[in-house]
């Protein structure tokens, strides 16, 4: 069995691990026992066992993994306006959260616990943001209002709103949010706020 098989046993075993009981099942003895791999293959390939857990989470950050395709979109010939880019990133974001019960938990774990890992992980989705805000200057130069706001306030919606769809009966301001007619709302509201400061 080849390292690949090897992740990916690590990888399926993480997943199950932490689908059924959250993050606090996710230790070292109980992931090697379900992998049915040694402790000692994790430490020697991974260093630790944060760095195992910090490469299976970070396929599950929307904004890390997708940054490389926005920043090639955010370019001075581009055919797409800076408002549709941020409208389909801010509409995908919303659709990932909604349907991906991991990203929901790790969501909720990042929020709900003081932890380095963690720690670490929004550090990093932070450092991407900063990159998008640094190559979207030309656009935003003369917005009346700082936009890193703007997002702010949008960003944090869509979090809270996924995860209210996801753990609870779904109804938001009358609006059921796993009904898709009620979500394709929440994107229309999404995009006119976009629309007041953006071209």
């Known amino acids: 069995m080849d390292h690949r098989e090897k992740e990916l046993k690590l990888f399926l075993a993480i997943e199950e691990l ?5 993050h606090v099942s996710l230790g070292i003895n109980r992931v090697a026992k379900k992998s049915g791999l040694d402790k000692s293959y994790i430490y020697r390939k991974y260093g630790s066992f944060e760095s195992l857990l910090e490469k299976y989470f970070k396929q599950k950050d929307f904004w890390s993994t997708k940054v490389d395709q926005m ?8 055919p797409f306006t800076f408002k549709q880019i941020i409208d389909f990133y801010l509409h995908k974001q919303f659709d990932s959260i909604l349907s991906d019960e991991q990203l929901q938990k790790l969501m909720i774990w990042s929020i709900s616990e003081e932890n380095d890992l963690m720690k670490s992980f929004v550090s990093k989705r932070e450092k991407v943001g900063e990159g998008l805000f640094e190559m979207s200057g030309e656009f935003l130069k003369d917005l009346p209002i700082d936009f890193r706001a703007v997002s702010a306030i949008n960003v944090a919606a869509i979090y809270y709103l996924s995860l209210h ?3 609870n009966n779904g109804t938001f301001c009358g609006l059921n949010l796993n009904d898709k007619e009620d979500q394709d709302k929440i994107k229309k509201a999404i995009s006119y706020i976009n629309g007041v400061f953006l071209k």
């Not at 932490?18 to 959250?22: K, M, P």
């Not at 920043?71 to 581009?78: E, K, T, V």
């Open 18 to 22: 932490f689908l059924t009981n959250g």
């Open 71 to 78: 920043s090639q979109a955010i370019i001075p010939d581009s």
């Open 165 to 167: 769809a996801a753990t």
